[in-house]
């Protein structure tokens, strides 16, 4: 029974959508913004207050009830007014990633390959300033 448990737990952890490195993620302040970087990902942004956060499955849940749409996620993030969504994805496996309702861009940090996805229905000027505040973190 201890040894189903085991092998059941593992499966489990394997097959988390999010990376393995991504409850390292901090999430702090940096002028008048919110600032998430990830040392492990060399990976630094600026965004709107106005959003949630999660780097695991448990908290994903809580924001969003539906199942990720991608994998290897660094950190979801949510905001409400207005309601949209993004992914922030560390080395993705599958270098074409397409989605009818996000938009994507691609950054090379280091050797680490960044893929963000924003919803469509971001308004232009916060789909703007997200992809643009990305940048390289420190280690």
Same mark, same amino acid.
């Given at each position: 029974? $201890?040894?189903? %448990?085991? &092998?059941?737990?593992?499966?489990?952890?394997?097959? #988390?959508?999010? +990376?393995?490195?991504?409850?390292?993620?901090?999430?702090?302040?940096?002028?008048?913004?919110? +600032? &998430? +970087?990830? !040392?492990?990902?060399?990976? =630094?942004? %600026?965004?709107?207050?106005?959003?949630?956060?999660? &780097?695991? @499955?448990? @908290?994903?849940?809580? %924001?969003? !009830?539906?199942?990720?749409? *991608?994998?290897?996620?660094?950190?979801?993030?949510?905001?409400?007014?207005?309601?949209?969504?993004?992914? &922030?994805?560390?080395?993705?496996?599958?270098?074409?990633?397409? =989605?009818?309702?996000?938009?994507?861009?691609?950054?090379?940090?280091?050797?680490? @390959?960044?893929?963000?996805?924003? #919803?469509?229905?971001?308004?232009?000027?916060? %789909?703007? *300033?997200?992809?643009? $505040?990305? +940048?390289?973190?420190?280690?």
């Amino acid at each position: 029974m $201890k040894y189903l %448990l085991f &092998v059941c737990s593992i499966f489990a952890i394997g097959c #988390s959508p999010f +990376s393995k490195i991504a409850e390292e993620t901090k999430i702090g302040s940096e002028d008048n913004y919110v +600032s &998430v +970087s990830n !040392p492990e990902a060399n990976f =630094h942004s %600026l965004t709107f207050g106005d959003f949630e956060f999660a &780097v695991n @499955q448990k @908290q994903f849940r809580n %924001l969003n !009830p539906a199942k990720p749409i *991608f994998r290897n996620i660094l950190f979801y993030a949510i905001a409400d007014q207005p309601t949209y969504d993004y992914y &922030v994805l560390e080395n993705p496996k599958n270098r074409t990633i397409v =989605h009818p309702d996000y938009i994507l861009k691609d950054t090379l940090l280091g050797n680490t @390959q960044i893929t963000v996805a924003i #919803s469509k229905n971001a308004p232009t000027s916060d %789909l703007d *300033f997200i992809r643009s $505040k990305i +940048s390289v973190g420190k280690k």
